[in-house]
T-cell receptor, first 109, second 116 residues
Framework: DAKTTQPPSMDCAEGRAANLPCNHSTISGNEYVYWYRQIHSQGPQYIIHGLKNNETNEMASLIITEDRKSSTLILPHATLRDTAVYYC??????????FGQGTRLTINP | GAVVSQHPSWVICKSGTSVKIECRSLDFQATTMFWYRQFPKQSLMLMATSNEGSKATYEQGVEKDKFLINHASLTLSTLTVTSAHPEDSSFYICSGARLASGYEQYFGPGTRLTVT
C-alpha cells in the first residue's frame, strides 16, 4: 500500500511549468512528504521533501495544502531531461519508503 | 553531496551461484540502509531494512536465507543473493538514509542482475 495517489501519466511542454499532484489524505502529523524521480534504468533521485511548509530548492518547489492532505511538485521550467517517473511518498523519520506506481511525466519539445 | 554507489553496476551469473552486491555511501554516514528490487515496468519493492551493526529486517515474502544482508559499517552494506535462480534476475537498488530535516534517502544507481 503506497498510501499516496498520483495520476499515472502527464504531459508538459518544454519550458513550461510542470505541476504534479499527489493525494495523501491519510497522512499523519509526523510524516513527511517526499518526492523522488526515476529516469529509466537508474536509481531514484531525491528531489525535495517537506512537512507542512512549502519548500523550494534548486530542482523544484513543493506546495503542501494547509490540511496536508495533498501536495504539488512544481518543476518551474521543464526540460526534456525532466522526463521520468515521479514518485510521491510519505514517511516518518528513517522509515522505509513505500513506492507506488508514480506519475510518468513526459516533456514534449 | 549525498552520493551512494553500487558495485557492480551489472552482473551475469549462472544458476546456483552466489552474487554479492556492494552499496556504499560516499560522503555521509548512513545508519540505515535499504535494499529494493525492481522488475521491468514495475515500481520499486522494498526487500529489507538494514541498521549498522544489527540484523536486517526483511519484508514479508523475502527469504532472509536467500538474500543475505550485511551492514558492517556506516558506509557499507552488502546484499548477497545465494543460489541464484533466473527468477532472481532483477534491478537491485540500495539507499542510505541521512539525517536532515526529516530523513533524506539517497539511492544508488542500481545493479542489474541476470541469472542464466
Amino acid at each position: 500500500d503506497a498510501k499516496t495517489t498520483q495520476p499515472p501519466s502527464m504531459d508538459c511542454a518544454e519550458g513550461r511549468a510542470a505541476n504534479l499532484p499527489c493525494n495523501h489524505s491519510t497522512i499523519s502529523g509526523n510524516e513527511y512528504v517526499y518526492w523522488y524521480r526515476q529516469i529509466h534504468s537508474q536509481g531514484p533521485q531525491y528531489i525535495i521533501h517537506g512537512l507542512k511548509n512549502n519548500e523550494t530548492n534548486e530542482m523544484a518547489s513543493l506546495i503542501i495544502t494547509e490540511d496536508r492532505k495533498s501536495s504539488t511538485l512544481i518543476l518551474p521550467h521543464a526540460t526534456l531531461r525532466d522526463t521520468a517517473v515521479y514518485y510521491c511518498l510519505r514517511a516518518q523519520g528513517a522509515q522505509k519508503l513505500v513506492f507506488g506506481q508514480g506519475t510518468r511525466l513526459t516533456i514534449n519539445p | 553531496g549525498a552520493v551512494v554507489s553500487q558495485h557492480p553496476s551489472w552482473v551475469i551469473c549462472k544458476s546456483g551461484t552466489s552474487v554479492k552486491i556492494e552499496c556504499r555511501s560516499l560522503d555521509f554516514q548512513a545508519t540505515t540502509m535499504f535494499w529494493y528490487r525492481q522488475f521491468p515496468k514495475q515500481s520499486l519493492m522494498l526487500m529489507a531494512t538494514s541498521n549498522e551493526g544489527s540484523k536486517a529486517t526483511y519484508e514479508q515474502g523475502v527469504e532472509k536465507d536467500k538474500f543475505l544482508i550485511n551492514h558492517a559499517s556506516l558506509t557499507l552494506s552488502t546484499l548477497t543473493v545465494t543460489s541464484a535462480h533466473p527468477e532472481d534476475s532483477s534491478f537491485y537498488i540500495c539507499s542510505g538514509a541521512r539525517l536532515a530535516s526529516g530523513y533524506e534517502q539517497y539511492f544508488g544507481p542500481g545493479t542489474r542482475l541476470t541469472v542464466t
